[in-house]
Nanobody
Framework: QVQLKESGPGLLKPSQTLSLTCTVS??????????WTWIRQPPGKRQEWMGS???????YYGPFLKSRTSISRDTSKNPFTLQLISVTPEDTAEYYC?????????????????WGKGILVTVSS
């Protein structure tokens, strides 16, 4: 059974870089036709699609954060990572790594069939 788990810092200061890792167990990120995805949800707001890395290594970014976001993978170790540069308090959110069957169409969670538990990231001076 495939499971996802996010890891990384829970607290950052403004202007720092957020780096999160999603560890995938029970399966490979290069098998199947899955899109390995990062979604975040700020307090009181809707979910936001940050981006996805496909089974073939193609990378897609959401429209609102693409200038500050980088997604990558390490196929030798099976994790995939998220970097968000120049964070501000508005980047405070629950961050989730997920698996989806396709890129989002209407909402961030389109096509998502598997979620990590999420990690709360707070940006505060």
């Amino acid at each position: 059974q495939v499971q996802l788990k996010e890891s990384g810092p829970g607290l950052l200061k403004p202007s720092q870089t957020l780096s999160l890792t999603c560890t995938v167990s029970g399966g490979s990120i290069t098998s199947g036709s899955w899109y390995w995805t990062w979604i975040r949800q700020p307090p009181g707001k809707r979910q936001e699609w940050m981006g996805s890395i496909a089974y073939d290594g193609s990378i897609y970014y959401g429209p609102f954060l693409k200038s500050r976001t980088s997604i990558s993978r390490d196929t030798s170790k099976n994790p995939f990572t998220l970097q968000l540069i120049s964070v501000t308090p508005e980047d405070t959110a629950e961050y989730y790594c997920c698996r989806g069957s396709h890129l989002p169409i209407q909402v961030a969670a389109d096509g998502i069939d598997l979620w990590g538990k999420g990690i709360l990231v707070t940006v505060s001076s």
